[in-house]
């Protein structure tokens, strides 16, 4: 068995910090106005520039304002925490201001917009650093001209270091900064200052100079310009944006993702659920007010009786236990065991329901029908036939009653026609 060669310790890129590509360089953290003021005075461009401002964890809740302002050189770094003053430092407006100074950063045309809105203060001779990269190095850099690359990619590329991101950038920049959170503000503002000297020494030595209006603009009152003052336009007619990359893979579904699936299935069957039973109610048919076709009242009819029929036949037969007896029924009584007090009360129920429906034929003119007897009065002759019969069936089959031949007493199927 051969020995096994240990691999060797991989080692990562140092951490960028500021003091190790300028140790010479000042760092000032401004919580007050005059010396905002004075230290601008002699700060010279051109500038990294990068903004700070305390995080909003609500759902939708608006932005809070710009917080801290990153200036930085070779020489000096300001870390200025506007949210402490009373008002914006005039010389540092003054010098965002100033289109003779160059301005660079990462995602500067969204930095650019807010302070804008937060402050009302223009941005002139902006660098946006992802578009120099693009410009200056297109071999290395692909895919669609205006899509950010990140400060830390940035930095790990071009400068072999590693610039540390995460929870810290959430942090409150409105109250005091720790040494921490100065340092994290000051490397910022100081890489942008360092990847624009890099990138711009490589977009000079190119064959063919890319324009700066590539990748430069200005904003003025909210609007990206160019230098002439027409609206500027992120758009590289040189830039090679490669072939497009693969398609990525699906994302396997998380357990949170099956839940909310789960959830939904089940809301699915139960409003289908719910819409087969209202379906069902619904699919009674209502009477018809108004209606003159005779097809619309033969429905109406068909459905009492049938309705009728269900209801009897499923009647228990109360007397099947009881000793035969002989009853004497009166005519003019119905009998009193209590199926046949059941019976009589569905036919009662019946008669009501069929002098409620309307008289279909009472408004027609000159019927053609060549019967006497008009269609409304056969079907309710058919409905107390139907009902006298099934009657003396169910009669006759109680063991305990004696059934009469005689029909029914006239005056209990009399029906208003």
Not at 152 to 160: C, D, I, K, N, T
Request: aromatic share 6%; proline share 10%; glycine share 4%.
């Amino acid at each position: 068995m051969s020995p096994q060669i240990p691999m060797p310790p991989q080692t990562q890129p140092p951490v960028y910090h500021w003091r190790t590509i300028h140790p010479n360089a000042t760092l000032h953290y401004v919580r007050d106005l005059v010396v905002a003021n004075s230290l601008l005075n002699d700060l010279r461009g051109p500038v990294g520039f990068d903004l700070e401002w305390r995080p909003n964890f609500i759902k939708d809740a608006p932005e809070n304002p710009v917080a801290i302002v990153q200036l930085a050189n070779e020489t000096m770094i300001l870390v200025i925490q506007v949210s402490a003053m009373k008002k914006f430092p005039m010389k540092l407006k003054a010098f965002l201001e100033n289109p003779g100074v160059v301005k660079a950063g990462v995602a500067i045309q969204n930095d650019a917009k807010k302070l804008y809105r937060d402050w009302q203060v223009s941005v002139h001779h902006c660098v946006d650093l992802s578009l120099l990269a693009r410009c200056a190095d297109n071999a290395q850099w692909k895919g669609k001209y205006s899509d950010p690359l990140g400060l830390a990619r940035l930095v790990e590329a071009y400068e072999s270091r590693t610039l540390p991101k995460g929870k810290i950038s959430r942090s409150n920049w409105e109250s005091l900064l720790t040494p921490l959170l100065v340092d994290y503000a000051a490397n910022d503002a100081h890489a942008g200052f360092v990847l624009y000297q890099r990138l711009s020494a490589m977009a000079n030595a190119m064959t063919k100079v890319p324009k700066p209006v590539y990748y430069t603009f200005s904003l003025i009152r909210g609007y990206l310009c160019e230098p002439s003052g027409v609206q500027w336009i992120c758009h590289n007619p040189d830039y090679d944006p490669g072939p497009p990359p693969p398609p990525k893979p699906p994302k396997p579904p998380t357990t949170r993702d099956i839940r909310r699936a789960n959830v939904r299935a089940a809301a699915r069957l139960r409003d289908t659920a719910d819409a087969t039973l209202k379906s069902k109610s619904d699919s009674v048919p209502e009477p018809l007010q108004g209606s003159t076709s005779p097809t619309s009242r033969s429905t109406q009819v068909a459905f009492i009786r049938r309705s009728t029929h269900r209801r009897v036949n499923s009647l228990p037969n109360l007397n099947s236990g009881e000793q035969s007896s002989k009853l004497t029924l009166p005519t003019s009584t119905l009998p009193t065991s209590p199926r046949s007090a059941q019976i009589a009360f569905i036919r009662r129920s019946t008669h009501r329901r069929a002098d409620s429906l309307p008289n279909l034929n009472s408004g027609e003119q000159g019927s053609t029908l060549t019967s006497p007897i008009s269609p409304r009065s056969a079907q309710i002759d058919f409905l107390r036939r139907s009902i006298q019969r099934r009657t003396d069936a169910l009669s006759a089959s109680n063991s305990g009653v004696t059934a009469s031949s005689s029909p029914m007493p006239s005056n209990l199927l009399q029906v208003q026609i």
